[in-house]
């Protein structure tokens, strides 16, 4: 059975940093997209940024307009990845989900319906 852990949310103020870790088990995802979304009350689940996998032990990272410069995704071993967030604004508020690909594909999936696991949730609150 697969489970994705996801640690590290919490409170902090506006312009300060947070970093977000998720572990998975269950099966290995060397060969897959590993990544972040988030969604805010009342809003649609939204892509924060991913890492893909290109071949050998290469990955690349994609992140959404809102967080390229102020956030930084890696791939710490085939089923964990990172998020470390700087420069948080109160709009960066919401619960943030960890999610796994089971397709390799050609481009990086943005969409939450192309991934086939996700985490539990931590919650990131950021005050202004």
């Known amino acids: 059975q697969v489970q994705l852990v996801e640690s590290g949310g919490g409170l902090v103020q506006a312009g300060g940093s947070l970093r977000l870790s998720c572990a998975a088990s269950g099966r290995t995802f060397s060969s897959y997209t590993m990544g972040w979304f988030r969604q805010a009350p009342g809003q649609e689940r939204e892509f924060v940024a991913a890492v893909r996998w290109v071949g050998g032990t290469s990955y690349v990272a994609d992140y959404a307009n809102s967080t390229k410069g102020r956030f930084t995704i890696s791939r710490d071993n085939a089923n964990e990845v990172s998020l470390q967030m700087n420069g948080l604004k109160p709009e960066d508020t919401a619960v943030y989900y960890c999610?796994?690909?089971?397709?390799?594909?050609?481009?990086?999936?943005?969409?939450?319906?192309?991934?086939?696991?996700w985490g539990q949730g931590t919650q990131v609150t950021v005050s202004s």
């Open positions: 999610a796994a690909d089971g397709f390799t594909r050609p481009t990086t999936a943005i969409e939450a319906y192309e991934y086939d696991y």
